[in-house]
C-alpha cells in the first residue's frame, strides 16, 4: 500500500519569512509528485509538479525532490497571509496510470 | 470558462435515496477521475477513466457507478445512500494516463441527513 506522510500543522509563520512544509513517501518507484493548495471549502489547486530530483523554482514556490531519500519538499518564500491554506502533497507513482496518492495535508498559516 | 464543472455544488439527501453527480471538462483531456474527501480532509482516489475506459477502481462499495458517456464527461451514480457517504466529492482531469497533473473541480459536497 502506498503511503503518503505530511505533517499536519498547523504551521504558523509570520509574513515574509519562508514556509517548509515537508512530505515522505513510500513507493521507491514514484517518479512524480506534485504539491497542490487547497483553501478551506475550495477546491485543490495545482502549484508545483516535479519530476526530477533536485529544485524546482516558480515565483516564490521552490519544490525540492530526493529520490534516494524518498523526501519532497515545497518552499514558500516571503510568505503572505494568503498562502494560509492547506497543502497536499501528491504522489503519482510510476506506472499507476495517473492515480494520485495524496497525503493528508499541513495546514499552514501564516500571520502578519 | 470553468474547466471542470462539477453539478450539482451542493446535495443534501435522505438515507436510502440513489442520488447523480455529473462532471464535465472542456479541456480535452483523455483521462478523468473521482475523488473522495471525507471530514478530515483525507483526499482518495475512487475511480478514473480513460476515453471512456475504466482504468481505476479502488475498493469502492458497489452502491457506486461510475459511467462516462465520452471522454468530455464523466458521471458518479451513488445508490442506497449511507450516513458514511457524507463527504465532498471531487472530479478531476488529465491530459492522458500518464502521469500528468490533474486538474480539479470546486467538488460536491454530499450530506445524508
Known amino acids: 500500500q502506498k503511503e503518503v506522510e505530511q505533517n499536519s500543522g498547523p504551521l504558523s509563520v509570520p509574513e515574509g519569512a519562508i514556509a517548509s512544509l515537508n512530505c515522505t513517501y513510500s513507493?521507491?518507484?514514484?517518479?512524480?509528485f506534485f504539491w497542490y493548495r487547497q483553501y478551506s471549502g475550495k477546491s485543490p489547486e495545482l502549484i508545483m509538479s516535479?519530476?526530477?530530483?533536485g529544485d524546482k523554482e516558480d515565483g516564490r514556490f521552490t519544490a525540492q525532490l530526493n529520490k534516494a531519500s524518498q523526501y519532497v519538499s515545497l518552499l514558500i518564500r516571503d510568505s503572505q497571509p494568503s498562502d494560509s491554506a492547506t497543502y497536499l502533497c501528491?504522489?503519482?507513482?510510476?506506472?499507476?496510470?495517473?492515480?494520485?496518492?495524496f497525503g493528508q495535508g499541513t495546514i499552514l498559516t501564516v500571520h502578519p | 470558462d470553468t474547466a471542470v464543472s462539477q453539478t450539482p455544488k451542493y446535495l443534501v439527501t435522505q438515507m436510502g435515496n440513489d442520488k447523480s453527480i455529473k462532471c464535465e471538462q472542456n479541456?480535452?483531456?483523455?483521462?478523468m477521475y473521482w475523488y473522495k474527501q471525507d471530514s478530515k480532509k483525507f483526499l482518495k482516489i475512487m475511480f478514473s477513466?480513460?476515453?471512456?475506459?475504466?482504468?481505476i477502481n479502488e475498493t469502492v462499495p458497489n452502491r457506486f457507478s461510475p459511467k462516462s458517456p465520452d471522454k468530455a464527461h464523466l458521471n458518479l451514480h451513488i445508490n442506497s445512500l449511507e450516513l458514511g457517504d457524507s463527504a465532498v466529492y471531487f472530479c478531476?482531469?488529465?491530459?492522458?494516463?500518464?502521469?500528468?497533473?490533474?486538474?480539479f473541480g470546486d467538488g460536491t459536497r454530499l450530506s445524508i441527513l
Open positions: 501528491a504522489d503519482a507513482g510510476g506506472t499507476s496510470y495517473g492515480k494520485l496518492t
Open positions: 478531476a482531469s488529465s491530459q492522458d494516463r500518464s502521469n500528468q497533473p490533474q486538474h
Open positions: 479541456l480535452g483531456h483523455d483521462t
Open positions: 513507493d521507491r518507484g514514484s517518479q512524480s
Open positions: 477513466y480513460n476515453n471512456k475506459e475504466l482504468i
Open positions: 516535479i519530476y526530477s530530483n
